[in-house]
């Protein structure tokens, strides 16, 4: 529900996120994981995802940092200067979604985004003001897929799309 108060704050916000979406925009896919079921007989997992297709979201560029993971025997060996250990490099991206875009969306910490052929996890999100966007930060994983298999939901188009694979080929 918009205010009068704040009309005309909700209004250069959605101006700002439209010329954001014009320079910056990008088609994007939150996947989501539903449930996930074993047969106990015979230990077959079977996962059931959502995904959420975003024609045009805000995609800012990676900045990439160096991470550095350091074992607890170096820490506690060199107290005074700690060194060595082994670095990374990690790229972020910022992902601003419009909620108009995708007004039934949820996230959550355990969902991923999809863009450019790369899987992000989501290492935080908020909503903006009058929720009127998520701003979301995803960390790119650098050698993993998608991880699309099994049975996706697709909420745009309110399809069911199962991709079952076997070893002769045949799909």
Known sequence: MTYPASYSLNRQIQRVLYALKRQYGG?????????VATD?????VTRTKTAVRIQRAVVLPVTV???????????????MAVSGGSGFETGKRLFIID???APSLTLTASDWIGYDGRRYAIESFEEYEFSSAWIVVGKALIGEGLGV?????EQSAQTNLALVGSSEGEV
């Open 27 to 35: 088609a994007i896919v939150v996947y989501q994981n539903e449930n």
């Open 40 to 44: 106990p007989k015979t230990g077959e």
């Open 65 to 79: 940092s160096r991470e550095v993971k350091q074992a607890i025997s170096v820490i506690s060996a060199n107290k």
């Open 99 to 101: 909620r108009r875009d």
């Open 149 to 153: 298999c099994g049975s996706i939901t």
